[in-house]
């Protein structure tokens, strides 16, 4: 076995058993806090010495308990969030820290407070208006409460220098993930979709110096293989998370290359760096969150410039069109698709819209409509 492929078996077993992965972590003496999607800026938790643990959901898992909680109608990254805090699945976490982003998230934040109190909660509001002095400031002032409360549960303040190597080790964190996400585009041959999803995802459950040192020597190897002619498809995915085995293969069956995505779990949440040059590290980290953009759950008080960042996104990659996953129930999401359309059809990307949730057992459709826009793309090659 190559050293790549040891590497790549590596992360696709950490991706796979994060309950494992977090006890290990608990076994050496760690405390780990669970940070539910997104924007919750981990670097605090690193800096107060503990393990930020991303808590997505759990892909084919089932919602029993949490539907006392939730209509039906709530998508199933919250339901199976709080599934998992009722069923015991997050026992181990010293505290949790939810943030509000979206017209789900906020009842969440609730519900799961309410429903699991054990866990020490900590309560995220960004502001909708993120840029201009006041909203950096709201930012500052949430991620404060963050903070003290992170240093009641470590027992330790958080030192300005110790969120300052933190910002460090997540900016070089970020930019080595961005970099994968281009070899991984280079190299599809390689780095099939489940395998580029298992090196993105394992990022959630392991320190992100851990995670850095294993994806730089991978990234050194990718950028030494030589360069194969890719015979298949080249896509670029959209949406929240597409982390299911199934539509993966279903994708990697018809030749489908991603080079390129536009996922929350992955390429948006390590687009932007926190300023290094900012004397104050709080004020560092609002300002990260108020340069993100392109996002479906963020205001955007001019035009909605998504839509061009995908296209150009498209360009960029060599792609030859896009796959919209679109989680059910995900209002953000649906709510923006008729102005992605628009700008896909001007630009004459063809696309694909593949309805999906967490709970999908049944992958016929999804599968037939994939294997039918596969069959499109080669043609248009
Ligand atoms: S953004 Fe969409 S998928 Fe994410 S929590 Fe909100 S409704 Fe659910």
Redesign the pocket.
């Known amino acids: 076995m190559s050293r790549i492929e040891e590497l790549l078996n590596q992360f696709s077993e950490i991706a796979k058993s994060p309950k494992k992965q977090l006890n290990q972590y608990l076994a050496q003496g760690k405390k780990a806090i669970g940070c539910f ?1 997104y924007y919750v800026p981990e670097e605090l938790v690193y800096a107060a010495d503990m393990v930020p643990f991303g808590i997505w959901g759990q892909t084919g898992g089932t919602i029993n308990q949490a539907k006392e909680y939730f209509a039906a109608f709530y ?1 199933t ?2 339901q199976l969030n709080l599934e998992m805090g009722l069923k015991g699945t997050l026992d181990g976490l010293s505290g949790v820290i939810a943030s509000s ?2 017209d ?2 906020r009842p ?1 934040t609730q519900n799961f407070r309410v429903a699991c109190p054990d866990f020490p909660f900590m309560f995220l509001a960004h502001p909708q208006n993120r840029r201009p002095e006041y909203g950096v400031e709201f930012t500052m002032a949430q991620y404060k409460n963050v903070k003290d409360k992170l240093e009641e549960i470590g027992g330790a303040e958080i030192s300005d220098e110790s969120l300052k190597n933190a910002i460090k080790v997540y900016n070089e964190s970020r930019a080595v993930r961005r970099r994968f996400v281009e070899l991984a585009g280079e190299h599809p041959e390689i780095v099939t979709p489940k395998k580029r999803n298992a090196v993105l995802k394992s990022a959630y459950f392991m320190l992100k110096s851990e995670h850095t040192e294993l994806l730089k020597e991978l990234n050194e190897l990718l950028e030494k293989s030589p360069k194969v002619e890719w015979k298949g498809t080249k896509i670029v995915t959209s949406g ?1 998370v597409l982390d299911s085995p199934s539509l993966l293969e279903i994708i990697e069956n018809n030749n489908m290359a991603i080079v390129a995505d536009d996922m ?1 779990h992955e390429s948006r949440a390590i687009r932007v760096d926190v300023p290094e040059d900012e004397e104050n590290p709080m004020k560092a980290l609002a300002l990260q969150f108020a340069a993100q953009d392109y996002d479906t ?1 963020l205001y955007d008080p001019e035009i909605n410039k998504r839509p061009e960042y995908i296209v150009n996104k498209v360009k960029e990659s060599k792609a030859d069109g896009v796959v919209i996953m679109m ?1 059910q ?5 649906e709510i923006e698709f008729p102005s992605l359309k628009k700008g896909l059809d001007e630009a004459g990307i063809p696309y694909v819209k593949i309805g999906m949730d967490q709970q999908m057992t049944n992958f016929g459709q999804a599968r037939t409509s994939l294997q039918a826009f596969s069959d499109v793309l080669s043609v248009n090659k």
């Open positions: 999607p998508c990254i919250a982003m979206c789900t998230l969440f929240i929350a759950l989680m129930f995900c209002d953000p999401e």
